[in-house]
């Protein structure tokens, strides 16, 4: 599988403001905010996109869900409200090919997204 510039941040071979880390998940402030919070979280493990998702991986997606919430409540904007956003390929303009899920908050966010 290849490597990513996120396997390099959670190597701490690139710089990057992490905000959150445990066994499965690492989390850090998207370089591009979209708002006032923007927090990325990335597996450890380098899974491309959802679409490489295994069976066998399903917590891998949970950790991410769990990570969100948990720092959504740590931080205290959890009952304001955020939004959690996978991007998938070309359409959804996904940028970086190992999975992470958007973590935005901090203004009222608009529906449908752009
Ligand atoms: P996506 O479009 O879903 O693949 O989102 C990739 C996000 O990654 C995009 O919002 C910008 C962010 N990003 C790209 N390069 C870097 C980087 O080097 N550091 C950080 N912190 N974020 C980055």
């Known amino acids: 599988m290849s490597d990513t510039l996120f396997s390099k941040i ?3 071979e690139i710089p990057a403001d ?3 880390e445990n066994a499965h998940v690492v989390g850090f402030r998207d370089l ?3 708002a006032p919070v923007h927090v990325l979280f990335v597996p450890r493990e380098p899974v491309p996109t959802l679409n490489d998702l295994r069976h066998d991986q399903a917590e891998l997606a949970g950790q991410l ?5 948990h720092y959504a409540r740590e931080q205290g904007f959890a009952e304001a409200g955020y939004r959690t956003v996978i991007n998938t390929n070309a359409d959804a303009g996904q940028s970086v090919f190992h999975i992470h899920l958007h973590l ?10 752009g």
């Open 10 to 12: 959670i190597r701490r």
């Open 65 to 69: 869900l769990l990570a969100a919430a």
């Open 32 to 34: 591009n905010p979209q």
């Open 18 to 20: 992490i905000v959150f």
């Open 104 to 113: 935005l908050a901090g203004r009222t966010l608009s529906w449908p997204p």
